[in-house]
């Protein structure tokens, strides 16, 4: 045997990561044949990184803001002084009403939000992909989305993958009649019921009502399954904006999510391309 042949022989051989494999659903529920996913399915899931993508991607969406820089300080006043035996607050003129110092009514702030804050959380590319990686594997666990609350129907294996045609879906009632099929219908009505006005102050700027999350369906591009767009609940986002935040909303991975057949194949490009 030859020297090269020896070396072969010897040389350790890099661990093989199978590749998870589902039934492809029809529109009528019925599983068909068997589709592999992409690697980043079998990728461990790093909750610790998918919270920090998570942080990262909203706190990217915060509005700078700060108060004005007069706030509470619009007053007439004066200080009395040293050695008066009362305290150096300034008070309004002709009166010993306090006013204008963080310790009086309608002062101003001590350490007031200033605009020039710098909110935007960082995180490296690869700590990124690898929450992306990690979120993609946690939407295949059933006991993930059952502890985010999701109604998963006995049997069924996840991810849920469906056949292209989906795409089509253009009208609520189509949507309606194939999430009764599939027995997803009853995660829809869970979040319908969990509507409930929001505690603290953001019932004043806009955010009245809190909306429980329902279904993910990721399709191959924009403008696609239409028709689940007005469900409760439900988001529809293309492969190409799909992120950690979409599949794990507040940080809490195992989101019940829909693929279409379309889709599984160019997120198997978008991940895979590179290195092919």
């Known amino acids: 045997m030859s020297a090269d042949a020896t070396k072969g022989a010897d040389a350790p051989t890099e661990p093989h990561t199978p590749r998870h494999r589902v039934h492809l659903l029809n529109l009528q529920g019925k599983a068909g044949e068997m589709v592999s996913l992409p690697l980043a399915f079998s990728s461990p899931i790093r909750l610790d990184l998918i919270r920090r993508a998570v942080v990262a991607s909203r706190s990217h969406r915060i509005q700078p803001h700060g108060t004005s820089l007069t706030a509470g300080r619009r007053h007439s006043v004066r200080w009395s002084g040293k050695g008066k035996g009362v305290a150096r607050t300034p008070r309004l003129m002709d009166s010993m009403i306090g006013a204008q110092a963080p310790n009086t009514v309608g002062g101003g702030a001590a350490h007031p939000p200033k605009v020039n804050t710098i909110w935007a959380k960082k995180i490296n590319r690869n700590e990124r992909q690898a929450a992306f990686a990690a979120a993609l594997a946690a939407t295949r666990e059933t006991q993930l989305a059952k502890g985010?609350?999701?109604?998963?129907?006995?049997?069924?294996?996840?991810?849920?993958?469906?056949?292209?045609?989906?795409?089509?879906?253009?009208?609520?009632?189509?949507?309606?009649?194939?999430?009764?099929?599939?027995?997803?219908?009853?995660?829809?009505?869970?979040?319908?019921?969990?509507?409930?006005?929001?505690?603290?102050?953001?019932?004043?700027?806009?955010?009245?009502?809190?909306?429980?999350?329902?279904?993910?369906?990721?399709?191959?591009?924009?403008?696609?399954?239409?028709?689940?767009?007005?469900?409760?609940?439900?988001?529809?986002?293309?492969?190409?904006?799909?992120?950690?935040?979409?599949?794990?909303?507040?940080?809490?991975?195992?989101?019940?999510?829909?693929?279409?057949?379309?889709?599984?194949?160019?997120?198997?490009?978008?991940l895979e391309g590179v290195a092919a």
Not at 194 to 205: F, L, M
Not at 223 to 234: D, H, M, S, T
Not at 239 to 260: M, Q, W
């Open 148 to 270: 985010r609350g999701h109604r998963v129907p006995d049997g069924l294996h996840l991810p849920v993958v469906l056949e292209s045609a989906i795409e089509a879906i253009a009208t609520t009632a189509d949507a309606r009649s194939l999430l009764a099929k599939l027995k997803l219908w009853d995660d829809v009505d869970r979040a319908q019921a969990g509507v409930h006005v929001r505690a603290g102050r953001g019932k004043r700027r806009g955010r009245f009502r809190r909306q429980p999350k329902s279904l993910l369906f990721v399709t191959s591009a924009p403008g696609k399954a239409r028709g689940f767009r007005n469900l409760p609940g439900v988001d529809v986002v293309d492969v190409g904006r799909l992120g950690p935040e979409d599949l794990a909303p507040g940080g809490d991975p195992g989101r019940l999510t829909v693929y279409s057949l379309a889709a599984v194949e160019k997120l198997t490009l978008r």
